[in-house]
DNA sequence: TAGATTGTTAATCGATTAACAATC
DNA sequence: TAGATTGTTAATCGATTAACAATC
């Protein structure tokens, strides 16, 4: 039995490679509607406006998917990328947050697509507490250790306000989660080594284009003399 | 007259340390409001998980804002990011596509303390193009070009899908938008070099997690045999 | 002054790109 | 076979880290 082995299976590979895979596999399956089977590194470099070589680099950590002469099958090689990423399993999740933004997340996402599976909603409001978002019935956090005790979930989603990020995840790591998708405006930290936070800074990323905006417009600052 | 000036003030500065500073700007804000006022790099890293050596290399891009023997002023430093960043500025934004997502956005992005202002939001659904949202009332799109040509909006928020969002970022980009925030789950394509692009791939990133889980899992999914 | 800590240069590390032999 | 394109090794480039003189 492989199942259970401790050993992970890419561990060489490092993280810039693995967080282009999704961007490959959305490529992939723009050519798949457009009714492409074949593609050279070359052809789907200048798509992706990366270099044929980084494709190939990238692909090769993870087996030889091409073929000399001829390309890759891009069926084929959606199918391994799905793989790769665990996209064919089903990771059982939660909700920690139903305001604005974790009711969109619930809405918009679309978690059976990209291997996960939405089993639970929670929010501390009562007039949020009850409501049907998704099929899914929105339970008070006071329910959340017997709700996890049950239902074994492996990842929480925090769309919680930046105050209350830390607590609720120490009291997620100690009821068995092993990965955050964080949207709390809070880098949450966590000290065991076999959990993972996946940061969604919003707010940081509108700034980074701020930035940029300035930069294209030549604004200046000086103090004036 | 320095402003309109095209040369850019940061030239030099890579993506790679632009992206860290809003980062350092969450962390000060936590340092003010815990009323910590001086902090050296050495202890900054050990905050933020970084090296000192980073940090001072960062900040040193833009300015010597350090003293010696001493560290850094808190409330200088946090000031000074703003001020790289623009975010003391307000720059004019629209909003496109009020759906989950695009209200949740509308509705929990603190537009105005990161340097943006939201001034018009669009769709083309009957039932939402009326409603007002944030004291904004919903247009519809084919008010674009005539909202664009009154306002001049410079960044235009994607919340739309993704089999329209190449078409109304061609019509944006005439329509004179300089920066997109873009949510719609395609890698829009814009040909002017004074056009700039900030992706957020939700998909993308909750997928990055899915490999990770599955690494922590140790799920080998070999042929077996 | 002595101690601390910056700003900055030099060394290391990692990621990207280029080159080319292998092979379809 | 000839042409195309991969897989893979080597070269380059950039980003991070270490070291240390400058200086508060």
Redesign the pocket.
């Known amino acids: 039995m492989k199942r259970g082995s401790k050993l992970a299976q890419y561990e060489g590979v ?4 693995i967080k ?1 895979l999704p961007r490959y596999y959305r490529f992939l399956r723009g050519l798949i509607e457009k009714d492409i089977h074949r ?6 470099a200048k798509l992706m406006d ?11 950590c993870f ?10 099958n891009v069926n084929a090689l959606y199918q391994q990328i799905a793989k790769i990423l665990g996209i064919d399993k089903s990771i059982k999740t939660i909700l920690i947050g139903a305001g604005n933004l974790g009711l969109a997340i619930a809405n918009h996402v679309h978690f059976e697509n990209i291997g996960f599976h939405l089993s639970g909603i929670f929010d501390v409001n009562p007039n949020v507490v009850g409501q049907n978002i998704k099929g899914i019935r929105v339970s008070h956090v006071s329910s959340l250790s017997e709700f996890c005790e049950k239902n074994k979930p492996q990842v929480a989603i925090l769309c919680i306000p930046r105050e209350t990020a830390q607590e609720i995840t120490n009291n997620l790591v100690d009821l068995g989660i092993k990965g955050f998708w964080n949207f709390s405006h809070f880098d949450i930290k966590v000290h065991h080594d076999d959990v993972i936070v996946e940061n969604v800074h919003l707010g940081d990323s509108l700034m980074t284009l701020c930035f940029g905006i300035h930069q294209l417009n030549g604004d200046t600052e000086d103090k004036q003399g």
């Open positions: 490092s993280a810039s490679v282009r593609i050279s590194s070359k052809e789907l990366l270099t044929a070589s980084q494709i190939r680099q990238d692909l090769n087996g030889g998917f091409g073929q000399q002469g001829y390309g890759y």
